[in-house]
């Protein structure tokens, strides 16, 4: 349905054309109803309930200082979902959904769950190559210290090592005592040629 747009020095109480077709654009949203934007105010409290099928409630709250959007779907007990936290897309509590993502060149992306590399390369009787986020230094006797160029968020990170056509490691391995935020130490890492990957959190 059709806005019936009125003259900005128009009174309604002279205007001869009903107002119930504007109102049912504007429901309908009508191509005609095109607002350049719309002001929320702070919602004092959210709903509780939706009388309707198929309604749906947008409305802004406070959220550590910030003016945030929420959505209120239309289950049949309150279910809102934050859009927004600090002014930036998505909150903690918001489960993002995504037939495609399209990142671009450049982009950044933090990651704080432990199933994602964040360091790793070849190492080839003690030289790297092909290193992602690490250096590697000769350390005591045949080991080799590996350091993170970021360093990682805990020191609860995973190490993946694979020695290139062989199913067992022999004497290199990670050693525990080692381990802190900003690197490792592999030892016995001089000899052979191996496979490192770390996976961690560096947020």
Known sequence: MALTVIASTQQLKTLNVPLNANFSAIESGGSAFQPTKINLADATATPTSISGAGQVYSLVGPDSGQQELFYQDDDASPNEVQLTSAGALGADITTLKALNANIGPGS??????????????????????EGYNITAAAGSGQDLDITFDTALAAATYHVFLQR??????????????????????????????????????VV
């Open 108 to 129: 950044t992306i933090a990651i704080d769950q432990r199933g994602f590399r964040v360091g790793g390369g070849m190492m080839t009787t003690g030289t790297l190559s």
């Open 164 to 201: 290139a056509g062989v199913n067992s490691l022999g004497n290199v391995y990670v050693d525990p005592t080692s381990r802190t935020t900003s690197g490792f130490t592999i030892t016995g890492g001089q000899n052979d040629t191996y496979f490192l990957a770390i996976f961690g959190s």
